[in-house]
């Protein structure tokens, strides 16, 4: 079990109802996973990234802090993630961009109200 740091618990929350639950910053719906894999895959700096996000950059510190400090979990998302970039890849219908998902949204509390 991982200690949490104290600015993690000063910047990264997570609630069921926002992002599936995963970690993410707070006020926010930027995920851990999300600005972590942009600092080391995209390698960019915490404070590029913070820019980009227009977050301080001890909130992109932080995220990648509590990144490290839970493995599992991390590779869980990626596991998820993987999953339905792949399942987007056999299935076209699959939404996979801003607009896409906000009709498909749209389109899903049309079809249940």
Known sequence: M???QPSTKEWITSSPTVIDGKP????????VH????QV???DRS??????RYDIPVEAVE????YYHSHPEMMDSIQRQREGLLEEAERNPSVP????????????????SD
């Not at 993410?24 to 995920?31: A, I």
């Not at 999300?34 to 894999?37: G, K, P, R, V, Y």
């Not at 932080?62 to 802090?65: D, I, K, N, Y």
């Open 34 to 37: 999300f600005l972590a894999t």
């Open 24 to 31: 993410r910053v707070k006020g926010t719906r930027l995920g």
């Open 96 to 111: 996979t961009t801003p607009e896409e998902l906000a009709e498909f949204t749209t389109e899903s509390r049309s079809v």
């Open 46 to 51: 915490a404070s590029g990234v913070s820019e």
């Open 2 to 4: 991982s200690v949490e």
């Open 40 to 42: 080391m895959e995209d």
């Open 62 to 65: 932080a995220a990648m802090e």
